[in-house]
């Protein structure tokens, strides 16, 4: 068996305001879809971070925002977490 080899890169590589740093690992997507999103540890830290900041500002809304990104997170706005 053998799987097609993709690297494992940061999703969140190319913005402009982040730095790589630490290892590469795959978590599930928040939105529980199932999905592996890979970021570095620096990545997975601010994904942390951007999420309790939504939560804390908006804490039970079926709409996002409008300055909510789903590129800056990855993921989808309502998640039921
Ligand atoms: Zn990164």
Same mark, same amino acid.
């Given at each position: 068996?053998?799987?097609?080899?993709?690297?494992?890169?940061?999703?969140?590589?190319? !913005?402009?305001?982040?730095?790589?740093?630490? *290892?590469? %690992?795959?978590?599930?997507?928040?939105?529980? /879809?199932?999905?592996?999103?890979?970021?570095?540890?620096?990545?997975?830290?601010?994904?942390?971070?951007?999420?309790? !900041?939504?939560?804390?500002?908006?804490?039970? *809304?079926? %709409?996002?925002?409008?300055?909510?990104?789903? /590129?800056?997170?990855?993921?989808?706005?309502?998640?039921?977490?």
């Amino acid at each position: 068996m053998s799987q097609t080899a993709e690297p494992r890169q940061c999703l969140d590589r190319h !913005k402009s305001d982040h730095t790589c740093q630490g *290892s590469v %690992t795959g978590q599930p997507s928040r939105a529980g /879809t199932g999905t592996i999103i890979y970021r570095c540890e620096a990545g997975h830290a601010a994904s942390e971070a951007y999420a309790r !900041k939504v939560r804390e500002r908006y804490p039970d *809304s079926d %709409t996002p925002p409008g300055w909510f990104d789903p /590129t800056v997170a990855g993921e989808r706005w309502n998640d039921d977490y």
